[in-house]
T-cell receptor, first 115, second 119 residues
Framework: AQSVTQLDSHVSVSEGTPVLLRCNYS??????LFWYVQHPNKGLQLLLK??????LVKGINGFEAEFKKSETSFHLTKPSAHMSDAAEYFC?????????????FGTGTRLQVTL | DTGVSQNPRHKITKRGQNVTFRCDPI?????LYWYRQTLGQGPEFLTY????????KSRLLSDRFSAERPKGSFSTLEIQRTEQGDSAMYLC?????????????????FGPGTRLTVL
C-alpha cells in the first residue's frame, strides 16, 4: 500500500521566516508525490509534483520540495512566508493501477502566518 | 475560465431527500474523479471515469450513491435518501491521461467543490 503521513497538523510561522511542512511516504517503489494547497472556500490547487525526473522540485509561489529516498520524505519548504500562504496543505501520493490514478491524501497541515 | 467547475457550490437538504451535483471537467480531459472531504480531513477517493466508463468505485460509495458521465464530458453524482453523515464537501477533478516522453502525465485538477449539508 502507498500512503503519506503529514507529521504536523498545524504550523505557525512569522511573515518573512522560512516554512517547513513535513511529509513522509511509505511505498515499496518510487512513488509519484504531490503537494496541493487549499485556501478557505476555494478548490485544491497543485503546488508541485515529483515524478522521478529530479529530486528537487520547484513549484508555484516560491515553494519547493525535495524527494529523499533514504529518509522516505518529501518535505515542502519556502524561504520566506507571506501572509497569503496561510492555508491547508496536503501531501498526496498517486497510485497508478493501469486503469486508474487514485490520489491518496495526507491529513493536511494548516499553515498560519503571523505578522 | 477553462478550469473544472462544479454546481451547485452549496446545497442544504433535509434528511431523506435526494440531491444531484454536477461537474464540468476541463474540456480535453478524458479522466474524471469524484472525492469526498469531511471537516478536518483530506479528500477521499469515491469513483473514477475514463471517458464515459466508470472504471472504479470506492467502498465508501454506498448503493445510495450513483455517478454518471453519459457522453464522456460532464458528470453527475446523485445521493439518494441523504443521511446526516453524507454532509461533506464533494470534489471533482479531471486529468488528461497520457505520456510525455518517459514520464506518465496524469495531473489532477480540482474544481471548487460542492458543500452538502444534510439537516
Amino acid at each position: 500500500a502507498q500512503s503519506v503521513t503529514q507529521l504536523d497538523s498545524h504550523v505557525s510561522v512569522s511573515e518573512g521566516t522560512p516554512v517547513l511542512l513535513r511529509c513522509n511516504y511509505s511505498s515499496s517503489y518510487s512513488p509519484s508525490l504531490f503537494w496541493y494547497v487549499q485556501h478557505p472556500n476555494k478548490g485544491l490547487q497543485l503546488l508541485l509534483k515529483y515524478t522521478s525526473a529530479a529530486t528537487l522540485v520547484k513549484g508555484i509561489n516560491g515553494f519547493e520540495a525535495e524527494f529523499k529516498k533514504s529518509e522516505t520524505s518529501f518535505h515542502l519548504t519556502k524561504p520566506s512566508a507571506h501572509m497569503s500562504d496561510a492555508a491547508e496543505y496536503f501531501c498526496v501520493s498517486l497510485k497508478n493501477t493501469g486503469t486508474a490514478s487514485k490520489l491518496t491524501f495526507g491529513t493536511g497541515t494548516r499553515l498560519q502566518v503571523t505578522l | 475560465d477553462t478550469g473544472v467547475s462544479q454546481n451547485p457550490r452549496h446545497k442544504i437538504t433535509k434528511r431523506g431527500q435526494n440531491v444531484t451535483f454536477r461537474c464540468d471537467p476541463i474540456s480535453e480531459h478524458n479522466r474524471l474523479y469524484w472525492y469526498r472531504q469531511t471537516l478536518g480531513q483530506g479528500p477521499e477517493f469515491l469513483t473514477y471515469f475514463q471517458n464515459e466508463a466508470q472504471l472504479e468505485k470506492s467502498r465508501l460509495l454506498s448503493d445510495r450513491f450513483s455517478a454518471e458521465r453519459p457522453k464522456g464530458s460532464f458528470s453527475t453524482l446523485e445521493i439518494q435518501r441523504t443521511e446526516q453523515g453524507d454532509s461533506a464537501m464533494y470534489l471533482c477533478a479531471s486529468s488528461l491521461s497520457g505520456w510525455r516522453g518517459k514520464l506518465r502525465v496524469d495531473t489532477q485538477y480540482f474544481g471548487p467543490g460542492t458543500r452538502l449539508t444534510v439537516l
